[in-house]
Structure formats: structure tokens, C-alpha cells
């Protein structure tokens, strides 16, 4: 009784997952990657901000140019980090890259914490490129998927990260 159900439960969450996250293998698949990272990560920030009365863009790209963006392009990911650590303000500090924004949510065990909607991790098992789905809104390090040895430095999201903006300032 209860293993049929699991099973059946299972399957239908294999289903759906594949209805709202597609394989981005194709030209459907990448456009609704496009606007699901695009446009959720910068809702999740506008939902966010909207009942202090500040009122955000609706895109990522508009939203990490808000106020007096800090440029974090060029230096390493160490520096981003501790530029984010010293400089961001916890919960008033967007962290912006291309096609994603997240909110620096502050330190844990002495790194920064970032709090977003995101789509998922991209990996490569097996030679394969793919994706560790996760479609909600987490609050993560900089570096999401560093502890599997499908995921490559250089793909980690800190990489991406090309600036920070203080929000009322």
C-alpha cells in the first residue's frame, strides 16, 4: 500500500518538475530558463521590498543597477566575497549578476549569505551537462554546489557576481 503511493507520488513530482523545469537542451527550454531565472529571482526582490514602499524594477539587470552599483568585475572570488562582507548591508544590499539578483542576507560562519530564487545549479555528470534542479527561494552561500564534484569552480555562482548595490542610499 504505502510503497504504490510513494511511487505514484514519486512520479508525479518527476512529472510536473519536468512541466515547470525543462530540459534547456532546446530552444523552448532555454527561453523558459530565461524568463524563470530572469523574472522570478527580480519578483522575489520586488515582493520582498514592495510593503517598505520601496519600489523596485522589474528585471534583474534594472534592479542591480539601482542606486550607486559597486563593481566586483575583475577581482577574485575571495575579493568579491570580502568586499561583500565588509561594504553590503545586510537585507539592504542586492547582489546582481547577469540574468540573476539576490538580497546579501548577511555572514554565516564567516562567508556571505544570499538569499534569491533560483533555478538550479548547473553540473556535468557523466560528461553530460545538466542541472541540480532547485525552483525556489533559498538563502545559500556565494558558491551553491561546491561540495559536489559534479560542479566546476568556475560555474559556481560567485563567479558571475559583478556587482552590489546598497538600496536607500
Known amino acids: 500500500g504505502n510503497y504504490m503511493r510513494a511511487m ?11 512541466v515547470l523545469y525543462p530540459e534547456d537542451n532546446h530552444m523552448e527550454g532555454k527561453s523558459l530558463r530565461l524568463m524563470q531565472q530572469y523574472f522570478l529571482c527580480s519578483a522575489t ?3 520582498l521590498f514592495a510593503p517598505f514602499g520601496l ?3 522589474r528585471n ?10 559597486q563593481s566586483l568585475e575583475g ?15 545586510p537585507f539592504l544590499t542586492l547582489i546582481a549578476m ?3 539578483i539576490g538580497l546579501y542576507a548577511g555572514q554565516w560562519e564567516g562567508k556571505a549569505a ?9 553540473n556535468s555528470a557523466g560528461g553530460e551537462e545538466g542541472r541540480l534542479v532547485i525552483g525556489r527561494s533559498v538563502v545559500t552561500g556565494l558558491r551553491p554546489g561546491e561540495e559536489r564534484d559534479d560542479v566546476d569552480e568556475e560555474r559556481l ?3 558571475r557576481v559583478k556587482a552590489f548595490t546598497v538600496l536607500g542610499l
Open 8 to 18: 505514484e507520488q514519486s512520479a508525479m513530482a518527476d512529472v510536473i518538475t519536468k
Open 45 to 47: 526582490m520586488q515582493d
Open 55 to 57: 519600489w523596485l524594477p
Open 60 to 69: 534583474s539587470k534594472e534592479q542591480g543597477e539601482e542606486g550607486r552599483p
Open 75 to 89: 577581482l577574485s572570488a575571495e575579493a568579491k566575497e570580502r568586499a561583500l562582507r565588509e561594504k553590503a548591508r
Open 98 to 100: 547577469p540574468g540573476h
Open 114 to 122: 544570499m538569499f534569491h530564487t533560483m533555478w538550479g545549479v548547473r
Open 157 to 159: 555562482l560567485i563567479e
